[in-house]
């Protein structure tokens, strides 16, 4: 007769010290693989060195502004340009704006060149939305108006940055932020079939909070350093907005194609008082610096 089989022995137990090792190893070697992975070390950071720095003084007319006809036609843009907006205009104060060069050359260029040639001097700011931003340098077919009109002397270099990718990688984040409204502008229609046409409308964000909606359709180029309580004073300015009854006909009027019904949407949010760029140009920058870090 054949003797039973000897018991199978369990298997030896693993002690707690070897297994806190493996799970250890398991997890150091997941965080090596993951590494390479991570985003940061896939997409450079953003440029976003302070090469240039600008100035532009705001001031407030009493009322909104009615102009007088010019005798001269020949000579009404210039005589605006250096003429204000109203006879006693009260300063708002200044702000001073650091320019993203190496990211953005050329739109920091032409803005530059804007200030330093005093082409936005005595123009309004025709638009204000409360608790998002204000626009500035429109472009018409008079600066009888304060609106801004390109002098033929100075050349400015055509913005390929506006059909460039990498031109929206910045956001609309916080009060502050300095943009070239592209989705934005409302520069006269006219203006823009002009061969010689070039976009030089901004837009600067008023807070609190952030813009998504202007996000990859306008090209952040500059954030404010120094002036946000005046960047606070446009925005408490009041607009004008239209009654629910007139937003309603605007859209049938447009639903049946009536061109007025566009023309009557440039007077929304306009303010009801007169508030310009009294006064524009370039501060030095001795050193190139980063952006500061703002919430």
Known sequence: MASPLPPIPPPP??????????????LFSST?????????????????????????????????????????????????????????????????????????PLTVSTFKLMCTSSSYKNTVVHKIFPGQFFQAGRQGRDREYGEVHLRPNLEFPRNTETVDSKAFLLKHSRAGVVSLCLSENDDDDEVKLNSDYRNVEFLITTGPGPCPQLDNNNIVFGTVLEGLDVVTSIASIPTYKPSERIRQLND???????????????LWNRPLKTVYISGCGELQVARPSLSPTLP
């Open 32 to 104: 090596l693989a993951a590494a390479p992975l991570s985003s940061s070390s896939l997409s450079p950071p953003i440029d976003t060195t302070i090469t240039d720095r600008v100035f532009l003084d705001f001031s407030l007319c009493p009322t909104y502004f009615r102009s007088t006809t010019n005798p001269n036609p020949s000579t009404k843009n210039a005589a605006a340009a250096d003429s204000p907006l109203c006879s006693d205009p009260a300063p708002l104060g200044r702000l001073v704006l650091g320019l993203y060069g190496n990211l953005l």
């Open 13 to 26: 137990l693993l002690s707690f010290s070897s297994t806190t090792v493996t799970r250890r190893s398991l």
């Open 252 to 266: 049938l009027a447009e639903f049946f194609g009536d061109e007025r019904a566009q023309k009557g949407r440039t």
